[in-house]
T-cell receptor, first 115, second 111 residues
Framework: DVKVTQSSRYLVKRTGEKVFLECVQD?????MFWYRQDPGLGLRLIYF???????EKGDIPEGYSVSREKKERFSLILESASTNQTSMYLC??????????????FGPGTRLTVL | SQQGEEDPQALSIQEGENATMNCSYK?????LQWYRQNSGRGLVHLIL?????REKHSGRLRVTLDTSKKSSSLLITASRAADTASYFC???????????FGAGTRLTVKP
């Protein structure tokens, strides 16, 4: 079974703190993704990576950065956490398909609260 | 911007009835996927339909795709209480590795 794990299920941080969210997948997937999920807004893509050290901005990259030093690991960094970054963060991974992305496998999510 | 938009936002039916959810999108796609999310849990992939396909089945699920109307529908037949969940469509563009999700349809199946 494909497994995508995230470093924490719940996280509480203070405004201004630097926050690291880690995601690891064990299926040798090329693609990895970070989304945030808010009520009524569905999933919004923050960043994705299609290869080691490669990254592309999604729809809401402001206030976030990412790192992919190894194929299996994709980190999301909140440089200076703010209360509007309180959300559920979901990591996903997938193989590349001809012409686009394949089925995504999701981690359980990290519920981040910024006080 | 978000690619897919699901309709309706919420749907409530009785067990045994069929449930139909729709998804509209804005740009050309390589494929369209449907996912399910049970309360408080991660998303699970249900089905992928490519842009050159019109219909696909998987168990009680039937997905259609109309690229001329930029829309897709997910039909769940003979629904069960366990089908209660949020359902999302996601679209992938040609030669892009990213996926865009809609806001989802919340399905409630009453026993």
């Amino acid at each position: 079974d494909v497994k995508v794990t995230q470093s924490s299920r719940y996280l509480v941080k203070r405004t201004g703190e630097k926050v690291f969210l880690e995601c690891v997948q064990d299926m040798d997937h090329e693609n990895m993704f970070w989304y945030r999920q808010d009520p009524g807004l569905g999933l919004r893509l923050i960043y994705f990576s299609y290869d080691v050290k490669m990254k592309e901005k999604g729809d809401i990259p402001e206030g976030y950065s990412v790192s992919r030093e190894k194929k299996e690991r994709f980190s999301l960094i909140l440089e200076s956490a703010s209360t509007n970054q309180t959300s559920m963060y979901l990591c996903a991974s997938s193989f590349k398909l001809a012409g686009g992305a394949g089925e995504q496998f999701f981690g359980p999510g990290t519920r981040l609260t910024v006080l | 911007s978000q690619q897919g938009e699901e309709d309706p936002q919420a749907l409530s039916i009785q067990e045994g009835e069929n449930a139909t959810m729709n998804c509209s999108y804005k740009t050309s796609i390589n494929n369209l996927q449907w996912y399910r999310q049970n309360s408080g849990r991660g998303l699970v992939h249900l089905i992928l339909i490519r842009s050159n396909e019109r219909e696909k089945h998987s168990g009680r699920l039937r997905v259609t795709l109309d690229t001329s109307k930029k829309s897709s529908s997910l039909l769940i037949t003979a629904s069960r209480a366990a089908d209660t969940a949020s359902y999302f469509c996601a679209t992938g563009r040609y030669n892009n590795n990213d996926m865009r999700f809609g806001a989802g349809t919340r399905l409630t199946v009453k026993p």
